[in-house]
């Protein structure tokens, strides 16, 4: 049965993929390494893991606006995510995620971070503001 959460539109583009959860914000500067896609933040409680071609749920973005310009190095590398979804979109990741192509929703009713799960196959709609899962 397909779960649909409904939020803000904020990239265009429909995605798709397995979800990797955080309730962490992320810094794309210095917290994921561009080449691999992989969170390489020390205490970051995805660190070692790969966010490449996964839907990435996390509350925010934190840190420096380069962060936008290492998620296009992502999409460029091909180690980008498949989609994003923010509980609140703030300007780096949202810009970060326009100039890469990359889907993004936030403000999901209900919450994402509370509703998704790690592993779970799910579809982003950046266009309409929907998110399904499958």
């Known amino acids: 049965m397909i779960r649909t959460l409904k939020g803000r539109p904020i990239s265009?583009?429909?995605?798709q993929g397995v979800a990797l959860v955080t309730s962490e914000s992320i810094?794309?500067?210095g917290s994921v390494d561009p080449a691999t896609g992989i969170i390489v933040e020390e205490k970051h409680e995805l660190k070692g893991q790969s966010i490449?071609?996964?839907?990435?749920?996390?509350?925010?973005g934190k840190g420096s606006?380069?962060?936008s310009y290492v998620m296009y190095q992502l999409k460029k590398n091909g180690t980008a995510p498949a989609a994003v979804i923010n509980r609140s979109a703030e300007p780096i990741v949202a810009v970060g995620a326009i100039i890469s192509d990359i889907p993004m929703v936030d403000s999901t009713e209900p919450d994402a971070?509370?509703?998704i799960k790690t592993g779970d196959m799910v579809r982003v709609d950046g266009t309409q503001g929907v998110v399904d899962i499958l």
């Not at 265009?12 to 995605?15: A, L, M, N, T």
């Not at 490449?52 to 925010?60: D, Y």
């Open 12 to 15: 265009h583009g429909c995605g």
């Open 27 to 29: 810094s794309f500067l």
């Open 52 to 60: 490449s071609g996964k839907v990435l749920v996390f509350p925010a």
């Open 65 to 67: 606006t380069v962060g």
């Open 113 to 115: 971070i509370r509703t």
